[in-house]
């Protein structure tokens, strides 16, 4: 029986994907509207996302295949949906992430704030998740968190070292065996004292071993704790970093491309720059209040201690060493290279292009030069498209061999040389290895889903048995989506969770409340999906990472 069990569970994705669908099958045959046929997608793809039967990204397949057979959609405009504007623009925001990756321009800024805020433990702390947060803003949670756990660990363990150092355990071992070195014979007439002196000392020895045995295990106690602390803080602060820029995490884009979807009137309310805007107080109000939270629990109420203010040799040694590993660190990144210049350029071009490309108290220069009829034609992903192709332009090095003089080059214009060709900034081999293809293939399901839900009717019938609701307040409306979400994305992944729920939604506050209250409640529901896995460590990449780490370190 046992071994049965074992075999079954072994191979429980296999049953679940042959029996999920035929026991679900009866909906669409008891009730052959197209209603039931488009709820029957969802439920199934709903429960294939929840208990990961398949990859995400193959469950997000589902429509090209299952909307056509039930005469929901054709396959022709089922297709379409899976690469829209938000896909483009989720590409070319991971194609400048991985641009900064490869050349380790996140590195050297994470390096060089860490050595501006100091190492005391608390500012230690809070420079790890600003670091994080900020890395997170522009390159994937799972990719700034790998990047900063073996940083926090060398600094870590380095502290840890100088604290065995500089520790009263270390003082005494290092006067114990002075006392062995002696070499000397004492006196006949000292013979006596000295014994005594031996035995005295031998005693003290013994208490103070006990004694001792005691402060390290308290040492070692209060450094694992600060460990956990620190670990903690990185991942937290990746996941609250996301929700800052709308292509900071994968949920934001889905929001974007379902709002445009449902709401095509909606005068582009949301894009990067007014998500900035919106989002960024937010996560930096929860990242000051993670930070307050994580140094209670694991440093502790002695916040003058925390600061570093007053303290002994010891901790002033401990402090010293661990800023000394960050600048050996920082030293070995070597001056910047021309490639990280580019980069930083281009970065920083990207962003001001998107701040001021419809800013919406002013005109922007989308509005003003790219425009017809008052409709702008450029959007978010034409800038990044655009600077990602320059990156595949630029090339990553100054071309030194034009500037060699003629006459050294004349006596080899005849020879077989070859001219060494500079590689770019960005190579299609480099993006291919490190772009997330099943996101874009995640997204393009959820339009899927939000198409097929408006063609089929479904939207609208969902709407209409939702709206006693409207007699419920906007706030405690809004409460209760953000816990049902929250505590349905403890079993599922944040996109999937985002890409599920948005539809059923819209079509709730689209029956209930206004255009205006629908786009405000529906950018509060995003931030739900994109920081609540704070609660769980298995469930987001960033917790992953972590407790690998945790786990290989026995932290």
């Known amino acids: 029986m046992t071994t ?17 669908p035929f026991l679900l099958l009866p909906l669409p045959l008891l009730v052959p509207t197209k209603e039931a046929k488009c709820g029957y997608v969802i439920i199934l793809m709903a429960l294939f996302w929840c208990m990961e039967v398949l990859p995400l990204g193959v469950t997000a397949l589902f429509p090209v295949v299952l909307f056509p057979l039930m005469n929901i959609m054709d396959s022709t405009s089922v297709c379409r949906e899976y690469l829209k504007d938000t896909n483009m623009l989720f590409i070319g925001g991971m194609m400048v992430a ?16 860490l050595l501006i805020i100091g190492v005391r433990p608390a500012l230690l702390i809070m420079g790890f998740m600003s670091v994080t947060a900020f890395l997170s803003m522009w390159i994937s949670n799972t990719a700034s968190t790998a990047m900063m756990i073996p940083i926090a660990q060398a ?10 150092e500089t520790s009263p355990v270390g003082h005494v071992a290092e006067s114990i065996n002075k006392a ?80 445009d979807q449902l709401f095509p009137t909606n005068d582009n309310v949301v894009n990067f720059a007014s998500w900035f805007m919106f989002a960024f107080p937010t996560a930096l109000l929860l990242l000051a209040l993670s930070w307050i939270w994580l140094q209670i629990m694991f440093l502790g109420f002695d916040f003058r201690k925390n600061f570093g203010c007053g303290g002994n040799a010891s901790m002033k040694a401990k402090q010293k060493m661990a800023y000394k590993i960050i600048k050996d660190e920082h030293k070995k990144l070597g001056p910047m290279r021309f490639a990280e210049i580019a980069v930083t350029v281009l970065f920083f071009l990207l962003v001001v292009l998107w701040f001021t490309r419809d800013p919406g108290f002013i005109p922007g220069w989308a509005t003003n030069v790219f425009s017809k009829n008052g409709e702008s034609y450029v959007t978010d992903a034409t800038v990044v498209i655009f600077i990602s192709l320059l990156m595949f332009l630029i090339p990553s090095e100054i071309p ?41 293939i995640l997204l393009g399901g959820g339009f899927a889903l939000a198409k097929g ?24 409306i809004v409460l209760l989506l953000c816990l049902l979400v929250a505590t349905f994305t403890e ?16 079509s709730m506050v689209s029956a209930t409340f206004s255009d205006c209250f629908c786009r405000k409640s529906k950018r509060t529901f995003n931030h739900v999906p994109s920081t609540n896995q704070l609660l769980k460590n298995s469930n987001s990449q960033p917790q992953a990472c972590v407790l690998d780490h945790v786990i290989r370190f026995r932290i």
């Not at 075999?7 to 042959?18: E, G, M, P």
């Open 98 to 113: 991985i641009a900064v990756e490869h050349w380790n321009l996140h590195k050297r800024i994470a390096l060089r704030v």
């Open 4 to 20: 049965v069990w074992k075999v079954i569970v072994a191979h429980r994705n296999y049953l679940i994907a042959f029996l999920v």
């Open 491 to 506: 079993c599922t992944s944040n996109v999937a969770t985002t890409t599920l729920f948005l539809p059923i939604l819209a």
């Open 155 to 164: 600094v870590l363990k380095q502290l840890h070292k100088s604290e065995e």
């Open 453 to 476: 839900s408006e063609e089929s009717g479904l939207s609208e019938w969902l709407g209409n048995k939702l709206t006693p609701l409207q007699n419920i307040s906007s706030p405690a």
């Open 400 to 440: 030194t061999y034009l500037c060699h003089n003629r006459a050294q080059q004349a006596p080899q214009q005849d020879s077989t040389r070859q001219i060494p060709v500079l590689p770019a900034l960005l190579d299609w081999k480099t993006v291919n290895q490190k772009m997330p293809w099943n996101i874009v």
């Open 180 to 259: 062995f070195e002696l070499q000397e014979v004492p006196d006949k007439s000292d013979a006596s004292q000295e014994t005594q002196k031996q035995d005295n000392r031998h005693v003290l020895t013994v208490e103070e071993e006990e004694k001792l045995k005691d402060v390290k295990q308290l040492e070692e106690e209060k450094h694992l704790t600060f460990c956990k602390g620190m670990s903690l803080s990185v991942c937290y602060a990746a996941s609250i970093g996301g929700i800052a820029t709308l292509t900071g995490t994968s949920p934001n884009l889905v929001m974007k491309g379902q709002m």
